[in-house]
């Protein structure tokens, strides 16, 4: 299994107990058989999201996801099967085996991955002890820390180091035993003519580290000014994506799984982040210099609700962010924008006017689309006619983004004191902007084959859940025509032909990719409670139902080979056998 043996992976899902793995990422409460959280994976208000702890395995009725204790963990923990595995097998206490890798391709990608990781880690602990070895230059860098509030144990916190010059690190790595083409390609050394050098070199050295703990990255940044760029980032490599990776998130994830997290501040630079949990906000993070993106979002949204943007106070910089804002936003985060005082960055404030001037600063953050109207009103100028019909027009806009009523109210009575204009006017460009709601599609009549689908699944579903009604059905009594369910039947019989009851859970190893949906579908039959009907009439409906499917089929299929057939012995037996499957049919 994926290089695992299935008695593993079995003991694996045995004795992590899904219940409690899942209820350590996210509160859930009982209800009947089930457990119900809102899901981790779509945003939604109320929980749909459903955990069987009989079977082992959890659904989500708002974005069908499903699966096992593994793929939970994968998802949420943004990692591969094997990682997932490693992480299990180490919760519970078991001593996983050497993996026959059986994909040579994926062992030697994972290798290649490993040994970028040792570089990186080594890089860190050069420049780590570097910047306490005392040296003059070491010591500048420190200072330069000190002035900013960067003491001992941030500086311990994040690993912070120093570059000495250009030569030390290769030479270091060479020694440890690196080739040099693999230090290029963990993207801490360049090349330029054959030689060597440190990509970071002299420069005040912060590690990029990413949710796994793992050093993924350095933020270089160079105390004087000698018409180098302020802030270089170690180039993109086969461990490090700039816009999949959050700086601080491995301290916010500690942060969450400790105390608890209220909130994420999302600053400018990996420097403000430093600097503010120097000064007590450890729940700071930064993008990696460039805009926001969907999957940074995603990260995020694993560790808080709420994200305070807290950019630096020039109004064009803020301007600009309100786009790269809608991302978060649409993930399903709860958006407030911090004002900062003009030309000042959080690091700024701190220093200057204390902990309490931020700290009051956050707590008055603005809800997203309040701060646009803000935007909005910095753009034009009311006081000019034309430039309040364009306010007027582009604020319109803010507020038909908002979905709540009681919010757009706020938002008018906002425009209104804004402008001047009444309320019962705004209230009408608003109305009249509004597009008609589409006319729903009709719901198509549930066809043969639709209730031919349904009936399969709920077949197999009561066979899989070893439903008592379910006892004395033959397997071999009908065909499964759906692919997936070709393969849940391959299952059974098997557990059948073993003397073994089946497993739910198991055909998560068996069932992947895109095919998981219907796989999906047919277990979370077992989550719906079904107290209307009774079950046992419906499955014998069902059965009927399937029975009645493969012999139309089968009459078909007869009836054109019999229209075909030109020996005429062979289309006697042809019909006959034609006969029978319609008298069968009709005693259905
Ligand atoms: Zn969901």
């Known amino acids: 299994m994926r290089g695992y043996d299935e008695k593993i992976i079995d003991e694996i899902k045995s004795k992590n107990d899904l219940v409690s793995v899942i209820s350590s990422y996210m509160p859930l409460e009982q209800r009947g058989r089930s457990f119900w959280g809102r899901c981790p994976f779509h945003h939604e208000k109320t929980p749909s999201f459903c955990v069987n702890g009989t079977d082992n395995f959890y659904y989500c009725f ?12 994968m998802e949420i923990e943004g990692i591969d099967f094997s990682d997932a595995v490693k992480l299990l097998a180490q919760k519970a206490g078991i001593t996983l085996p050497e993996r026959g890798e ?7 990608s994972k290798e290649k991955k490993e040994k970028l990781y040792a570089i990186l880690k080594d890089a860190a602990h050069f420049y780590y002890n570097y910047l306490k070895s005392g040296d003059e230059a070491a010591d500048k860098f420190l200072l330069y820390l000190g002035k900013r509030g960067v003491n001992g144990a941030t500086v311990k916190k994040f690993g912070i180091g120093a570059s000495p010059d250009f030569n030390a690190l290769p030479a270091y790595l060479k020694r440890k ?12 050394v360049g090349e330029k003519n054959g030689r060597y050098y440190d990509a970071l070199g002299g420069r005040l050295i912060i590690p990029v580290i990413n949710q796994m703990n793992q050093v993924v990255a350095f933020c270089g940044r160079i105390l004087e000014d000698k018409g180098f760029a302020k802030y270089v980032n170690t180039r993109e490599t086969a461990v490090f994506s700039k816009g999949s990776t959050l700086f601080n998130i491995n301290n916010l994830k500690k942060l969450k799984n400790e105390v608890g997290v209220k909130n994420a501040i999302m600053v400018e630079g990996h420097m ?3 600097s503010l949990v120097a000064a007590g906000f450890e729940n700071a993070v930064a993008s990696m210099g460039t805009s926001l993106t969907k999957d940074q979002a995603r990260l995020l949204k694993r560790y808080t609700d709420t994200v305070l943007i807290s950019y630096d106070g020039d109004f064009a910089g803020q301007k600009a962010a309100v786009r790269g804002l809608e991302i978060l936003k649409d993930e399903g985060l ?21 902990k309490a001037a931020y700290e009051a600063l956050l707590e008055s953050a603005k809800p997203l689309i309040d701060f646009k109207l803000d935007v909005l009103k910095r753009t034009y100028d009311i006081g000019d006619t034309e430039g309040k019909r364009k306010f007027v027009a582009e604020a319109m806009k803010v507020v038909r983004e908002s979905p709540a009523a009681a919010e757009r109210e706020d938002l008018l009575k906002e425009i209104r004191s804004m402008t001047g204009i009444t309320y019962e006017s705004l209230k009408r460009d608003l109305e009249n902007a509004e597009q008609p709601a589409p006319v729903k599609a009709e719901i198509a009549p549930i066809e043969a084959k639709e209730k031919n689908l349904q009936a399969e699944r709920y077949v197999l579903a009561s066979l899989l859940f070893s439903k008592k009604y379910a006892e004395n059905f033959q397997l071999g009594e009908v065909r499964f025509t759906h692919p997936v369910h070709a393969e849940i039947y391959d299952y059974l019989a098997e557990c059948k032909k073993e003397g073994k009851t089946p497993k739910p859970n198991v055909l998560y190893d068996i069932v992947e990719g895109e095919d998981r949906a219907e796989l999906s579908a047919v277990l979370a039959l077992e989550l719906t ?11 014998d409906d069902c059965v009927k139902t399937l029975k009645r499917g493969n012999l139309e089929r089968e009459i078909e299929t007869l009836t054109k080979l019999s229209e075909s057939e030109t020996d005429i012995e062979r289309r006697k ?10 008298s069968a049919l009709n005693r259905l």
């Open 62 to 73: 708002g974005c069908h996801k499903s699966g096992d204790v593994i793929s939970f963990v």
């Open 102 to 108: 059986n994909d040579e391709n994926v062992r030697r």
């Open 177 to 188: 035993g690196y080739a040099y083409e693999d230090m290029a390609e963990a993207g801490v």
């Open 272 to 274: 403000d982040v430093v």
């Open 334 to 354: 709860n958006v407030k924008v911090v004002t900062l005082p003009d030309g000042m960055d959080p690091d700024d404030v701190v220093q200057k006017q204390g």
């Open 529 to 539: 409670e079904r107290r209307d009907y009774d079950e046992a009439r419906y499955f």
């Open 573 to 582: 037996e042809l019909v006959k056998r034609l006969m029978e499957s319609v």
